[in-house]
T-cell receptor
Framework: DTEVTQTPKHLVMGMTNKKSLKCEQH?????MYWYKQKAKKPPELMFV???????INESVPSRFSPECPNSSLLNLHLHALQPEDSALYLC??????????????FGDGTRLSIL | GEDVEQSLFLSVREGDSSVINCTYT??????LYWYKQEPGAGLQLLTY?????DMKQDQRLTVLLNKKDKHLSLRIADTQTGDSAIYFC???????????FGKGTTLSVSS
């Protein structure tokens, strides 16, 4: 069983909807990540939070808005998405980020479909 | 920049050994990782090796690291049908803030 929990597992939304993806970990990790994965491709980094502060934004469009309410939770707010945003969205966490290269632990992902 | 290369497919028979190979470019990586992804699932951290080690064994898994050639391999002994999945090799970027993944090797195990 994964120690990183993502909800919902599946999400279908229209291009005008607003929805949020949620991620939770209770391993005491201080770094959390959002990745996007298209079919048959490796994950691509979107955002990194370190000690609840956004440290990396990989030039992600503003229709994706991350939020880290506390050290255990990470949200990804979605608004006005495009069909090409359909993908598996993976959350990961690690002890910290930067320099220590600690292993990242992934959740099972949210499979997002944009109609 | 950093880059990780893997072969895309490997097909083996149940009970045989599987060897998945990976080459990487960033010699400053502290750790190198192997992740497994089953259909419809997230990434499972299988094993990782510290860069000052040559080999790490964990039950049926053996990781070999050749730092000189920047080559990493994952050997799965007595491969089972449940091992069928995509295996990603990954290294950390230079800042240690993100993982650089290979394209993934699809392992197919036939009975």
């Amino acid at each position: 069983d994964t120690e990183v929990t993502q909800t919902p597992k599946h999400l279908v939304m229209g291009m005008t909807n607003k929805k949020s993806l949620k991620c939770e970990q209770h391993m005491g990790h201080r770094a959390m990540y959002w990745y996007k994965q298209k079919a048959k491709k490796p994950p691509e980094l979107m955002f990194v939070y370190s000690y609840e502060k956004l440290s990396i934004n990989e030039s992600v469009p503003s229709r994706f808005s991350p939020e880290c309410p506390n050290s255990s939770l990470l949200n990804l707010h979605l608004h006005a998405l495009q069909p090409e945003d359909s993908a598996l969205y993976l959350c990961a966490s690690s002890q910290d980020s930067g320099g220590s290269n600690q292993p990242q632990h992934f959740g099972d992902g949210t499979r997002l479909s944009i109609l | 920049g950093e880059d990780v290369e893997q072969s895309l497919f490997l097909s083996v028979r149940e009970g045989d050994s599987s060897v998945i190979n990976c080459t990487y470019t960033d010699s400053s990586s502290t750790y190198l990782y192997w992740y497994k992804q089953e259909p419809g699932a997230g990434l499972q951290l299988l094993t990782y090796i510290f860069s000052n080690m040559d080999m790490k064994q964990d039950q049926r898994l053996t990781v070999l690291l050749n730092k000189k050639d920047k080559h990493l391999s994952l050997r799965i002994a007595d491969t089972q049908t449940g091992d069928s999945a995509i295996y990603f090799c990954a290294e950390s970027n230079q800042a240690g803030t993100a993982l650089i993944f290979g394209k993934g090797t699809t392992l197919s195990v036939s009975s």
